[in-house]
């Protein structure tokens, strides 16, 4: 589902044109669709459909409020890493009692703050963790709710820098040494065994892998069910792919089938902890041309968005389309895309074919939703980009572009 489409020759979001956003509140600048955000979850949702299900958004793929926000005014929950996803979920009215925690580095600060807040299961990744976890629970009177996030050593076919389900990952217990730690926890006071939990990678296009990871660890469930612990959850992670160029993904109805058949005798209420599948299509990076420039062997074109606003290409050599905000006829000639930050690898396309846009054109990165702004820095002192969530003919800035870093700002003022 896209919701950002060329009316005559002007690209726009839902039924605003992008060039209004653009000169209102400048570029770089997210613009998202909450046509396609809100569009996004229902289709998943409805696709696991009676099946005891609770979709759990990953805060991480885009943590700004007003997405959290509408995600939470849908039912969803949330799948967070940190304590400061903690505090953004709170401040958007997430509910605590549908969030998870997931990272094999919580502190014991974090643990305690989240189980304060009525957390619904906390994702363990480590034998020390559960006893740090243990510790945590005891000084609170309580036992904290817990699965273990079980390392299945599948290979996720996807790109290694997002892999995670491979034995020679940071992530997760491995495997062979789950169910000797359930029966340790057992003995703990200050922890309850509640769920079992694996995420084996990002932009997954292929079933294949998550077929072979949720087969061992539905097998685990049982057997620890068969053990007599008191699991209700199956955590199978996030990691469903979209189209950035031509990949192929499963649909999420392709996604759910392969997922259910896979699960289904287990009893287990599934927790689904998607972020990119629900945000990156649905948001794209306005940005401006600066300057063209020919050097010796190549055409460049610099633009107003760096790697400081959307790191994907330079950390995975990830590719984005991008789209002209207003249509241009001619031939096109191979550029590279670059932006204003002075490394080598602040490259926003490598030898792309495009009309050479004029000084001043506006161009839309694509499918920017995901791992855009909340990836964003301020590398160079360059101020983060604005947010604008646009919603039929309306659109709203969500959050400006001033920092109390930019300093370049008040410079001006
Ligand atoms: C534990 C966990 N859950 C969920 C996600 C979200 O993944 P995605 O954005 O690929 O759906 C991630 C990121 O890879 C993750 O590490
Ligand atoms: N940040 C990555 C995905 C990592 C997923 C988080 N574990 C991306 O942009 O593709």
New binding site residues.
């Given amino acids: 589902m896209t919701s950002f489409q060329y009316k005559k020759g002007a690209l726009h979001a839902e039924s605003v044109p992008l060039g209004a956003i653009a000169e209102a509140v400048g570029t770089p600048t997210y613009v998202y669709s909450q046509a396609a955000l809100t569009g996004h979850f229902q289709v998943l949702d409805k696709a696991f459909g009676e099946s005891p299900h609770l979709i759990c958004y990953?805060v991480?793929?885009n943590s700004t409020l007003a997405v959290l926000g509408l995600f939470a005014g849908m039912g969803s929950g949330f799948?967070i890493?940190s304590g400061g996803e903690l505090a953004r979920v709170r401040q958007a009215r997430g509910d605590m009692g549908k969030t998870v925690f997931?990272g094999v580095g919580k502190t014991q600060e974090e643990m305690a703050r989240a189980l304060a807040a009525g957390i619904l299961l906390f994702?363990v990744e480590s034998a020390e963790e559960l006893e740090a976890l243990d510790a945590v629970g005891r000084q609170a009177g309580r036992r904290a709710p817990f699965g273990l996030?079980v390392n299945p050593d599948v290979d996720a076919r996807t790109h290694r820098y997002?892999s995670?389900g491979l034995k020679t990952s940071k992530?997760g217990v491995p495997f062979e040494e789950a169910v000797a730690l359930y029966a340790r926890a057992r003995k703990m006071k200050g922890v309850r065994a509640l769920g079992v939990d694996c995420?084996i990678?990002?932009?997954?296009t292929r079933t294949a892998p998550v077929k072979a990871a949720l087969s061992k660890v539905a097998g685990l469930y049982a057997e620890l069910k068969a053990q007599g612990h008191p699991l209700e959850y199956l955590d199978i992670?996030?990691?469903?792919?979209i189209t950035y160029a031509d990949e192929t993904p499963p649909s999420p109805q392709e996604y759910a089938r392969t997922v259910l058949e896979v699960v289904k005798g287990t009893g287990a209420r599934l927790i689904l902890?998607?972020?990119?599948?629900l945000v990156g299509n649905a948001g794209v990076l306005l940005t401006r041309v600066l300057y063209r420039k020919q050097a010796p062997a190549k055409t460049f074109v610099v633009v107003d968005a760096g790697m400081n606003d959307l790191i994907r290409p330079a950390l995975y050599e990830a590719h984005h389309a991008l789209l002209p905000v207003v249509k241009q006829r001619g031939k096109a000639v191979e550029v590279d895309v670059v932006g204003p930050v002075c490394e080598s690898t602040d490259v926003l396309a490598r030898a792309r074919p495009l009309v050479l846009p004029r000084q001043g054109a506006l161009f839309a990165v694509m499918s920017a939703g995901?791992?855009g702004m909340s990836m964003a820095s301020t590398y160079n002192s360059r101020p983060r980009p604005a947010e604008v969530l646009v919603e039929g003919t309306a659109w709203r800035v969500v959050r400006e572009r001033e920092r109390d870093e930019d300093l370049w700002r008040r410079e001006r003022a």
């Fill in positions: 990953s991480k793929a799948d890493v997931a994702n996030r997002i995670t992530f995420h990678g990002s932009q997954l992670g996030g990691g469903l792919g902890e998607p972020g990119r599948s995901a791992y």
